[in-house]
C-alpha cells in the first residue's frame, strides 16, 4: 500500500506563489509518474501538470506553474506562482506505482482578488 501526504495549501492574494508538497509513503519500488489535479467547486478534476520524465501542464497553468520531482524523497513538487483567483481549487497530488493509482487526500488553494 501507499500513502501520499500533501502539504503547502493556503490562502494567498492574486500574484503570489504557493509551493505545493507531496511525499509518498509505503510499498514503493519505483514510480512511474508523478502529477497535480485539482478540482474547482462544481466542477470536474482536471489535469494540473504531469511528469513521467516528460512534462505537461494544463494550458492555463503553463509559464507559472512548474512541478518538480525528488525521486529520492519519492517526492513531487508543483511551484505555483502569478497565482490567479481561477487557481482556487482543491489541489490532489497522485502517483502511479506498479500500474496502480493513488491519490492524496487534497489540499485547498484559495486565491483572493
Known amino acids: 500500500q501507499v500513502q501520499l501526504v500533501e502539504s503547502g495549501g493556503g490562502l494567498v492574494q492574486a500574484g503570489g506563489s504557493l509551493r505545493l508538497s507531496c511525499a509518498a509513503s509505503g510499498s514503493i519500488f519505483s514510480i512511474n509518474v508523478m502529477g497535480w489535479y485539482r478540482q474547482a467547486p462544481g466542477k470536474q478534476r482536471e489535469m494540473v501538470a504531469i511528469?513521467?520524465?516528460?512534462?505537461n501542464y494544463k494550458d492555463s497553468v503553463k509559464g507559472r506553474f512548474t512541478i518538480s520531482r525528488d525521486n529520492a524523497k519519492n517526492t513531487v513538487y508543483l511551484q505555483m506562482n502569478s497565482l490567479k483567483p481561477e487557481d482556487t481549487a482543491v489541489y490532489y497530488c497522485?502517483?502511479?506505482?506498479?500500474?496502480?493509482?493513488?491519490w492524496g487526500q487534497g489540499t485547498q488553494v484559495t486565491v483572493s482578488s
Open positions: 497522485t502517483m502511479v506505482v506498479r500500474g496502480t493509482q493513488y
Open positions: 511528469t513521467t520524465g516528460y512534462t
